[in-house]
């Protein structure tokens, strides 16, 4: 059972990346998927999530208007679409599958990808 993000790179300020985080050995459909960013010295925060079912979508506001969360359970696996980079947008995004069934919680975490926004 794992989570795998890829598709960080280095890109220029005003670029576009569009890390994604394949499942294996469990399925997303169930599961609510979310990607989380982790700066150097800084907390790790929640930019984007998005259901199960994909109608609901959460941005936090500084990555609202820029980044697009989506998911495509067929392939088991979701994307975060990140226009319009800023240097603060540097971090390691993780992503995570989290659902809750009654008093059960089930979640998974990937490793990270790096993301450089830099001239």
């Known amino acids: 059972v794992q989570l795998v993000e890829s598709g960080g790179a280095l890109v220029q300020p005003g670029g576009s990346l569009r890390p994604s985080c394949a499942a294996s050995g469990f399925t997303i459909s169930t599961y609510t998927m979310n990607w989380y960013r982790q700066a150097p010295g800084k907390e790790r925060e929640l930019v984007a999530s998005i259901s199960s079912a994909g109608g609901s979508t959460y941005y936090a506001n500084s990555v609202k208007g820029r980044f697009t969360v989506s998911r495509d359970n067929a392939k088991n696996t979701s994307y975060l679409q990140m226009n319009s980079l800023k240097p603060e947008d540097t971090a390691v995004y993780y992503c995570?599958?989290?659902?809750?069934?009654?008093?059960?919680?089930?979640?998974?975490w990937g490793r990270g990808t790096q993301v450089t926004v830099s001239s």
């Open positions: 995570q599958a989290v659902r809750s069934t009654g008093p059960r919680r089930d979640e998974y």
